[in-house]
C-alpha cells in the first residue's frame, strides 16, 4: 500500500535526450517529493553531468544502466556507481550469480571505503516489454514467464542483491519467494488515462502499490505531458494525496 511517509517512491524517468531538458523537467516538478531516474539515452547523451545536477537537488537517484558483462566489468562500474553518490543501481540477473556477487561485495566494500551508505543494487528480471511469447520464442524457454521471474528473483536473492526490477503483475509472487524485506521496483506504471505503449505487463501506480510496490517508476505519462507537473497532481491525487502537503 501506498504510504506517504515514506518519500520517494514514485520516481520520474528523465528519459529525453539533453542536459537541459532534464534540468527543466526537474524544476517543473520542483519540490514534490519524487525522485529522479537516468536511463541509457540520458547518461550516453550528458554523463555524469546530470548525475551532479540531480545530487544537487538533493533527490534521489536511480541510475537505470542495468549493467550486464564479465563480472570484473561489473564489479568496477558498481564501484563507479559508488562513488558518484548513486542511491540504486541494477544489473540483469541474466549475467549469472558471480556477476551479480561480484557487483554486491564490490559496492559494500567502496561505500565503506568512503563512509557513505550503500546503494540500493536492483537485478533486472524480464523486461516489462516482454511478455509470454516474446519469452518462449526469442529466448526459446519452456518456463512460464512467472516462473522465470520468480526463478530470477530468487538466484538475485541468493547473490546479495537488495532487491529487483519487475513488472507489478510478479510482485505477490515475488514476495512469496523473496520477503517482504526484498525491494521491489516497478517500471513503466501506467495511468489509467495514459497510453501503454510498448509496456505489455504493467499496471496503474495505485494497483502497483497496492500489489506491494517499493518504488514505481512512472516516464511518459509524465515527461511527454504539456503540463508534466499538472499530470504528476494528477497521478498523486489518485494515490488518495492531499497536494497541500506534497509541495
Avoid at 537517484?61 to 542495468?66: E, G, H
Avoid at 559494500?108 to 516474446?134: H, M, Q, R, Y
Amino acid at each position: 500500500m501506498y504510504d506517504a511517509k515514506i518519500p520517494d517512491k514514485i520516481i520520474v524517468a528523465l528519459d529525453v535526450p539533453t542536459f537541459d531538458e532534464a534540468r527543466d523537467l526537474m524544476e517543473q516538478l520542483g519540490n514534490r517529493p519524487v525522485a529522479f531516474k537516468v536511463g541509457p539515452q540520458l547518461f550516453t547523451s550528458v554523463g555524469a553531468d546530470i548525475i551532479r545536477e540531480i545530487k544537487k537537488r538533493s533527490k534521489t537517484l536511480f541510475l537505470d544502466l542495468k549493467f550486464h558483462d564479465i563480472p570484473n566489468t561489473v564489479a568496477r562500474a558498481s564501484e563507479a556507481a559508488t562513488e558518484l553518490g548513486i542511491d540504486i543501481f541494477d544489473v540483469h540477473v541474466a549475467g549469472g550469480v558471480e556477476m551479480m556477487r561480484g557487483a554486491a561485495e564490490a559496492t559494500k566494500s567502496k561505500a565503506a571505503e568512503l563512509g557513505i551508505k550503500k546503494p540500493i543494487i536492483l537485478g533486472v528480471t524480464i523486461l516489462t516489454s516482454i511478455d509470454e511469447t516474446t519469452l518462449q520464442t526469442v529466448f526459446n524457454s519452456s518456463s512460464s514467464l512467472q516462473d522465470q521471474i520468480v526463478h530470477m528473483a530468487r538466484l538475485a536473492q541468493s547473490a546479495g542483491l537488495d532487491g529487483v526490477v519487475a513488472s507489478p503483475r510478479e510482485i505477490q509472487l515475488i514476495r512469496a519467494a523473496c520477503g517482504d524485506g526484498f525491494v521491489v521496483l516497478t517500471p513503466g506504471a501506467r495511468p489509467e488515462w495514459a497510453s501503454k505503449d510498448d509496456q505489455k505487463r504493467t499496471m496503474t501506480p495505485a494497483q502497483a502499490f497496492a500489489a506491494g510496490a517499493d518504488y514505481v517508476v512512472i516516464g511518459r505519462p509524465i515527461y511527454r505531458s504539456a503540463d508534466p507537473a499538472a499530470a504528476l497532481d494528477r497521478i498523486f491525487r489518485e494515490l488518495g494525496e492531499d497536494l497541500q502537503t506534497l509541495q
